[in-house]
């Protein structure tokens, strides 16, 4: 049971962890141009709406997000998670397209796991991050367009679990 407490707490971490990096690592390789594109289109305000307008909007961003095969399910989710924060969601999202992380990536020193899909959205971030860290290890799996803690768990969970191992 603590073992296994251990592993929970550990993928909490690097799942935070990576999430920061991810995000963070966005900026090294995006002109300003691009993070000001970004913000405006990635992460724009957007207000209930009396007619619903929203929801459509939450719906669409998702399934070009998430591509025309992923299942309604899964669509469901990602606009259903964003629908819940809807006037905050993009406030994390813009203060990580501003950030320039270029001398922390290079300067951190512990172990990174950059685990993603090979066709995610932000896998060229991940590829070039790798490059600049210290002690990191990438690892790319499926074609699918993201999502791979929801479209391959078994996969995601070995591969932290694997990462986990290797820092014994």
């Known amino acids: 049971m603590k073992r296994l407490y251990k592993i929970t707490l550990l993928f909490l971490i690097i799942f935070l962890i990576g999430i920061y990096v991810s995000v963070k690592s966005i900026n090294t390789y995006f002109s300003s141009e691009e993070r000001q594109e970004y913000m405006n289109n990635w992460s724009p305000d957007i207000e209930i709406s009396q007619n619903g307008e929203h929801l459509i909007?939450?719906?669409?961003?998702y399934k070009r997000i998430y591509g025309h095969e992923a299942s309604k399910e899964l669509v469901n989710f990602g606009a259903v998670g964003i629908l819940e924060c809807l006037e905050k969601y993009n406030w994390a999202?813009?203060?990580?397209?501003?950030?320039?992380?270029?001398?922390?990536?290079?300067?951190?020193?512990?172990?990174?796991?950059?685990l993603n899909s090979?066709?995610?959205?932000?896998?060229?971030?991940?590829?070039?991050?790798?490059?600049?860290?210290?002690?990191?290890?990438?690892?790319?799996?499926?074609?699918?367009?993201?999502?791979?803690?929801?479209?391959?768990?078994?996969?995601?969970?070995?591969?932290?679990?694997?990462?986990?191992?290797?820092?014994?």
């Open 93 to 114: 999202y813009n203060a990580a397209f501003e950030y320039v992380p270029d001398s922390l990536l290079k300067n951190l020193d512990v172990p990174i796991l950059f």
């Open 57 to 61: 909007w939450a719906w669409e961003r």
């Open 118 to 168: 090979k066709k995610d959205l932000l896998t060229h971030c991940d590829i070039e991050a790798d490059k600049i860290t210290k002690n990191s290890t990438l690892s790319l799996h499926s074609d699918h367009p993201g999502q791979l803690h929801m479209r391959e768990p078994k996969i995601y969970s070995s591969e932290i679990i694997k990462f986990y191992n290797s820092l014994s």
